[in-house]
């Protein structure tokens, strides 16, 4: 079982930034496209940006221009870093694989609110 340890959420104002990392307890980044997820209460995992294995990204129109994902292999980690958050940002944060997600973290909070 694949395990995802998610940080760096909080709460922040609208127009803050914050930057979530992901680290993985295996060497899963390496043979993965890998991802970004959301959910709010009530709600699906909502895809907000992907990696393949060759550093190409893309994000969702909503967060485009103001998330970005990158990936550090050697340090198994992979990131999220958010700037211009606005309050429909808000929700817990998941990483895990671009195709078959599957072993879901605990996630990390993140909350945007004056």
């Known amino acids: 079982q694949v395990q995802w340890v998610e940080s760096g959420g909080g709460l922040v104002q609208p127009g803050g930034s914050l930057r979530l990392s992901c680290v993985t307890s295996e060497r899963i980044l390496d043979d993965n496209a890998m991802a970004w997820y959301r959910q709010t209460p009530g709600k699906e995992h909502e895809l907000v940006a992907g990696i393949t294995i060759s550093g190409s990204t893309a994000v969702v129109d909503s967060v485009k221009g103001r998330f970005t994902i990158s990936r550090d292999n050697a340090k198994k980690t992979l990131y999220l870093q958010m700037i211009g958050l606005k309050p429909e940002d808000s929700a817990v944060y998941y990483c895990?694989?671009?195709?078959?997600?599957?072993?879901w973290g605990q996630g990390t909070q993140v909350t945007v609110s004056s």
């Open positions: 895990n694989k671009l195709l078959g997600p599957s072993d």
